[in-house]
């Protein structure tokens, strides 16, 4: 398993993120501790993929930082896994995949690695079909194997995109366990849910995005009528076609005034950074 200390802190400052040099997510900064477990949420279209994409290296910044993950193995399960279920594969070859780190392109797939791969399985649930192609599998089957294969990365950041969308109830019930074991091996989880009764069931912490932030901290202090009235407000207010604004300065601070912006989307308020503000609970 991961050394917790090997946990980073994940600290964004200023980030921005976007396509052809236009923003999706905007002048972020927050921190996140090691062995946080995380549910960011948000309006549709509000970042949250890309936030999550940037986290596991995969968008560079349009301007801004992401620092603590330099050098860290990251797990980061897309929504899109972009594997092709038909390509002649079995269970087990796909869970050895999160072996990679040690075993390396040359390396030879011995009887410890088995192990693992068994081992990992079972953790999931699906001992038995290690010679099962993909394609014979269904979609919570299907992500069950992905799990065992996060688990064999053994990685202090584990990142996941809608994991539990289409899968049933039990295979949701069974990997949202196995997150948190990952939580109480020190490992930072962060995961980019819809389902809200899910989020505050499960996740102490919740990150609300609406291609700015809107807050971040508690699940029940974040999770409020008036921050997601917030959130819609802000996502609507978002020009997709506007071109970058410059940073706010100071970056880090929270300030309590509306300003102006040449950038073709209000802030109607201020987002909190790192706390959030007390109001009505939502239903």
């Not at 300065?249 to 706390?275: F, L, M, Q, Y």
């Amino acid at each position: 398993m991961a050394d917790p200390q090997h946990a980073p802190v994940i600290a964004l400052h200023n980030l921005t993120l976007g396509y052809d040099r236009h923003p999706a997510v905007h002048h972020v900064s927050l921190r996140i501790e090691p062995g946080s477990l995380v549910a960011l949420v948000g309006p549709n279209g509000a970042g949250k993929s890309s936030l999550i994409k940037a986290l596991a290296g995969g968008l560079r910044p349009i301007s801004g930082t992401v620092g603590g993950l330099a050098g860290q193995r990251v797990a980061w399960l897309p929504q899109h896994n972009g594997l092709d279920a038909s390509f002649p594969i079995d269970v087990r070859r796909t869970v050895a995949m999160g072996l990679w780190h040690r075993v390396g392109a040359l390396g030879r797939f011995n009887a410890e690695h088995r192990r693992l791969c068994d081992e990992a399985l079972a953790a999931v649930g699906l001992t038995g079909f290690e010679s099962r192609g993909l394609d014979t599998l269904s979609g919570g089957q299907l992500q069950r194997a992905l799990f065992a294969r996060l688990i064999l990365q053994d990685a202090p950041v584990v990142l996941l995109d809608e994991p539990f969308a289409a899968v049933d109830n039990r295979t949701s019930a069974d990997l949202l366990a196995l997150l948190h074991r990952w939580q109480q091996q020190g490992k930072t989880v962060i995961v980019v849910l819809h389902d809200l009764a899910q989020v505050r069931a499960h996740f102490p912490l919740t990150l609300l995005l609406a291609r700015e932030l809107v807050a971040y901290g508690p699940t029940n202090e974040v999770l409020t009528e008036a921050h997601w009235a917030q959130a819609q407000r802000m996502h609507e207010a978002f020009d997709d076609d506007a071109p970058l604004c410059a940073a706010p300065a100071p970056a880090a601070e929270v300030h309590d005034h509306d300003h102006h912006n040449s950038h073709g989307h209000p802030h109607p308020h201020s987002p909190t950074h790192g706390r959030s503000q007390p109001a009505e609970a939502l239903p």
